[in-house]
């Protein structure tokens, strides 16, 4: 398994971060603009969610296993749960990921309800642009 320091593909993980960081940074990023709007977080929240997702270590098979998700009252973190045989991706909330106990089993996350009544999937992985 890779840690966040190794390459992947020819990509520095946590160089991404470091670029990522200095786009909010400056006020440039359009996802983190676009998600102040629409919640409570803040520059610093964001930053910090956004070190964890690019701290993906990947799975055996080099795919993603993190994202980070918009809620109307903070950041959401996921787990990208990976069914190689199916081909499809399930993305589940962890407790322990998201300040609450660990060791709880997940639950699969199907998005957030906003203000205006409707369930909204928004996230963001290490390989999207801030």
């Known amino acids: 398994m890779k840690d966040a320091t190794s390459t992947n593909g020819g990509l520095d993980m946590k160089n991404y971060f470091e670029v990522k960081k200095n786009i909010v940074l400056t006020g440039n990023s359009r996802i983190f603009n676009n998600w102040a709007e629409h919640s409570s977080i ?27 998700a918009l809620a109307p009252d903070g950041i959401v973190k996921l ?18 990921d998201n300040g609450g106990e660990n060791g709880k089993l997940g639950t699969i996350w199907g998005g957030e309800i906003f203000d205006d009544g409707f369930m909204r999937k928004i996230s963001l992985s290490a390989k999207d642009r801030v």
Do not use: Q
């Open 79 to 96: 787990r990208r749960i990976n069914d190689h045989h199916t081909g499809i991706t399930s993305f589940y909330k962890f407790e322990g």
């Open 42 to 68: 803040t520059a610093d929240d964001f930053i910090v969610a956004l070190e964890w997702v690019c701290d993906d270590p990947l799975d055996a098979n080099g795919m993603l296993t993190r994202e980070i």
